[in-house]
């Protein structure tokens, strides 16, 4: 089963617009990650975000997270075509990790 | 090596045939994790190594599925008898992390598996 759930499950933006993907989850958590996948390939760790930080940077990345809420989500500014993928939140269980079903960001030039 | 790499690549299968995935992790890293993934959906967890202890099992679909790690590094993920709904991705990941996953793990590019 998957505790986190993305939001939206698709987005399309033209290059140079920000992208913002929301995660929530049910329990508590210790740590949530992002992680982003090109088509046909394995996921690639972008970020993690503490249970006790609000926010985080990245270069062009941001990652909130409302533990009141359970919800986190993630900006990625200046968007470029490269970043077109699948992107992921996980969040800890135990000693695993739990995906969301993830968005599938489009960027076009 | 550099990064977690998964062998082979590509698998196809007949319905009723085993089939035999490898995952050579990190050199170093402690936790080994084998997910699954269906078509369009986030990975769902199968297995969990602490070196060469298998210390979660619990995302095993049935007792076809087995996973093995036997010298603490390179890893097998056996299926027996596959099935059509066996079908997906499988992925491996390594972290450097014992018990908690309080850092990032590394993924391999996957075994794409289809039974036919």
């Known amino acids: 089963s998957q505790q986190g759930e993305e939001d939206p499950q698709a987005l399309s933006i033209q290059e140079g617009e920000n992208a913002t993907m929301n995660c929530s989850y049910k329990t508590s958590i210790n740590n949530l990650q992002w992680y982003r996948q090109n088509s046909g390939r394995g996921l690639v760790h972008l970020i993690l975000?503490?249970?006790?930080?609000r926010e985080k940077h990245s270069g062009r990345l941001r990652v909130t997270l409302d533990t009141s809420k359970k919800s986190s989500s993630l900006l990625i500014t200046a968007s470029r075509a490269a970043d077109t993928a699948s992107y992921f939140c996980?969040?800890?269980?135990?000693?695993?990790?739990?995906f969301g079903a993830g968005t599938i960001l489009r960027v076009k030039s | 090596g550099a990064g977690v790499s998964q062998s082979p690549r590509y698998k196809v299968a007949k319905r009723g045939q085993d089939v035999a995935l490898r995952c050579d992790p990190i050199?170093?890293?402690?936790?080994l994790f084998w997910y699954q993934q269906a078509l369009g959906q986030g990975p769902e967890f199968l297995t969990y190594f602490q070196n060469e202890a298998q210390l979660d099992k619990s995302g095993l679909p049935s007792d076809r599925f087995f996973a093995e790690r036997p010298e603490g590094s390179v890893s097998t993920l056996k299926i027996q008898r596959t099935q059509q709904e066996d079908s997906a991705v499988y992925l491996c990941?390594?972290?450097?992390?014992?018990?908690?996953?309080?850092?990032?793990?590394?993924f391999g590019s996957g075994t794409r598996l289809t039974v036919v």
């Open positions: 050199s170093g890293h402690v936790s």
């Open positions: 996980a969040t800890d269980d135990g000693n695993k990790l739990v």
């Open positions: 975000i503490r249970s006790n930080e």
């Open positions: 990941a390594s972290s450097l992390a014992g018990q908690t996953p309080n850092y990032g793990y590394t």
